[in-house]
């Protein structure tokens, strides 16, 4: 399967589960259910249709495919990766996403790559494989960049940067 395709079909999810939009299995209808609790089931809204979800089953099978903070990076893959046309625009679409943050919006600043959610792996792992992709064997840069990072992230903790 393509590799840009298996990615937007997990970003759709993540994007549908932060929603509150299910797509019904049967018709392929998408429709609101809400921040839906307990056993209490929501129907399809095609009429005639009849499949029906509860909030405990769709709660449990979208565990960890809520976009929070990373959700315009996901929203933005959706939308994008369909319309591109080149296999280089594709490939622009599937780096910016995977090279995305999750964004703090108090702080304006990054946090844990978006590839987290979508690159089975530990935190470690994924961080190896970006940066690997990233800046290739080198380093250079990469040293630089963390420094960067490691920098910003102590002074939003009021620590002092390391010189």
């Not at 998408?30 to 609790?37: K, L, N, P, Q, Y």
């Not at 009429?47 to 449990?60: A, I, K, L, R, S």
């Amino acid at each position: 399967m393509d590799v840009g395709f298996s990615l937007w079909l997990r970003c759709k999810s993540i994007v549908m589960v932060t929603l509150f939009q299910v797509e019904c299995p049967r018709c392929r209808q998408i429709f609101d259910v809400g921040r839906m609790e307990g056993t209490e089931p929501i129907e399809c809204s095609t009429p005639g249709c009849g499949w029906q979800v509860t909030g405990e089953q769709y709660h449990y099978s979208h565990r960890d495919l809520l976009g929070s903070k990373a959700f315009a990076a996901f929203q933005t893959y959706v939308e994008d990766h369909p319309c591109a046309r080149s296999s280089a625009a594709r490939m622009f679409c599937i780096d910016r996403l995977i090279h995305a943050f999750h964004w703090d919006l108090k702080e304006n600043a990054p946090n844990r790559s978006v590839g987290n959610n979508l690159i089975e792996g530990s935190h470690i792992q994924v961080v190896a494989l970006l940066d690997k992709l990233s800046f290739g064997e080198s380093g250079i840069d990469k040293e630089r960049w963390r420094e960067t990072v490691d920098n910003m992230m102590r002074r939003r903790r009021g620590g002092e940067p390391a010189t």
